[in-house]
C-alpha cells in the first residue's frame, strides 16, 4: 500500500503541508525575520527531502542526486514530518498538529510495504 498511488497523494499532501508548518512557524515567530527564518526552514527541508534518496525508489523518480541507505532515508522522512508536527505544536495550532499527526501515522501505517523496503536497502 505504501506505493499505492492514494498513498502517494497523502504524503505528497504531507509533505506540502509540513512546508507551510515551517513558513507559519516562522511567521508566528513574529517580524519579517520570522518569515525568513521560515521560508528558510522550508526551502532547507526541501533541499534535504529531494537531495538524499535511496535508488531506486518507486516512490520517487527513481534518482538519487545523493544515493543513502534506506535506513537514513528513512530517518530524513520522519525528521521532516516530525519537524512539520512540531512545527504546528510550536506555533499553538493545536487542532492542526493534531490532525497532521493523525494524518502522519495513518500513511506510516499504509506504508508498511515501503517502510520494509526502505530498511531492506543498503
Known sequence: MGF??????????????????????????????GWAGGIALAVGAMVVWGTFA??????????????????IRLLVELLFFGGGIAALAAGRW??????????????LLLSSDRIRWLVAQR
Open 54 to 71: 535511496v535508488p531506486g525508489d518507486p516512490s520517487r523518480s527513481g534518482r538519487a542526486p545523493v544515493p543513502v541507505p534506506g535506513w
Open 94 to 107: 493545536a487542532s492542526l498538529t493534531e490532525v497532521l499527526a493523525g494524518l502522519v501515522v495513518l500513511h
Open 4 to 33: 499505492h498511488p492514494a498513498n502517494l497523494a497523502l504524503r505528497l499532501f504531507l509533505e506540502l503541508a509540513c512546508l507551510v508548518a515551517f513558513v507559519v512557524w516562522g511567521a508566528s515567530s513574529g517580524g519579517w525575520l
